[in-house]
T-cell receptor, first 114, second 115 residues
Framework: DADVTQTPRNRITKTGKRIMLECSQT?????MYWYRQDPGLGLQLIYY???????NKGEISDGYSVSRQAQAKFSLSLESAIPNQTALYFC?????????????FGPGTRLTVL | AQKVTQAQTEISVVEKEDVTLDCVYE???????LFWYKQPPSGELVFLIR??????QNEISGRYSWNFQKSTSSFNFTITASQVVDSAVYFC????????????FGSGTKLNVKP
């Protein structure tokens, strides 16, 4: 089984709808991240969480919110989706031990907002 | 400021050719980590390698090799005898250890390996 899972894998929705993307991990990592990837661009950080009670905004948090329900679960919400939020969304995890602080990514969720 | 530049947007090679993907980074820190990730057409991001700033030894893993040169702030990735399965987008990233290990990604290089 995959260490980092994301649901759904693909989603098509309409402008103005509320959408939640979910991420679960079995790696036992304390840190979790949400990124978005637009065609031809690298990854941009939306939100990150160091533990259940520590959530921080990234570079492009406007229009998004998150919830860290448990150490293993980190969800991303689009309160009112708009077309320019069409993108590939990745969840990632890492261990706060600096020597092994590699980020491991989920398979991605392809979101289309019509 | 931290920055990663992958100047090659897209590269096309024929199978069995060697290919080098360039990565140039900017940082004022003395301690940092560099990474390469592979994104195949299926879309997932696969971790390939991590290198810390104090280890400039080149690394080889099968057909993959990495050349880290602090003098030129580069961390280049070479694929020897490329195969069609190597076709993917490759991302270089820098982590800022003084800022929660925040990752800075390059814009990626798309590698097309033709049979």
């Amino acid at each position: 089984d995959a260490d980092v899972t994301q649901t759904p894998r693909n989603r098509i929705t309409k402008t103005g709808k509320r959408i939640m993307l979910e991420c679960s991990q079995t790696k036992g990592h304390d840190r979790m991240y949400w990124y978005r990837q637009d065609p031809g661009l690298g990854l941009q950080l939306i939100y990150y969480s160091f533990d259940v009670k520590d959530i921080n905004k990234g570079e492009i948090s406007d229009g998004y919110s998150v919830s860290r329900q448990a150490q293993a679960k980190f969800s991303l919400s689009l309160e009112s989706a708009i077309p320019n939020q069409t993108a590939l969304y990745f969840c990632a995890t890492s261990d706060s031990d600096r020597e092994t602080d590699t980020q491991y990514f989920g398979p991605g969720t392809r979101l289309t907002v019509l | 400021a931290q920055k990663v530049t992958q100047a090659q947007t897209e590269i096309s090679v024929v199978e069995k050719e060697d290919v080098t993907l360039d990565c140039v980074y900017e940082t004022r820190d003395t301690t940092y980590y560099l990474f390469w990730y592979k994104q195949p057409p299926s879309g997932e991001l696969v971790f390939l390698i991590r290198r810390n700033s104090f280890d400039e030894q080149n690394e080889i893993s099968g057909r993959y090799s990495w050349n880290f040169q602090k003098s030129t702030s580069s961390f280049n990735f070479t694929i020897t005898a490329s195969q069609v399965v190597d076709s993917a987008v490759y991302f270089c990233a820098l982590s800022d250890v003084y800022n929660f290990n925040k990752f800075y990604f390059g814009s990626g290089t798309k590698l097309n390996v033709k049979p």
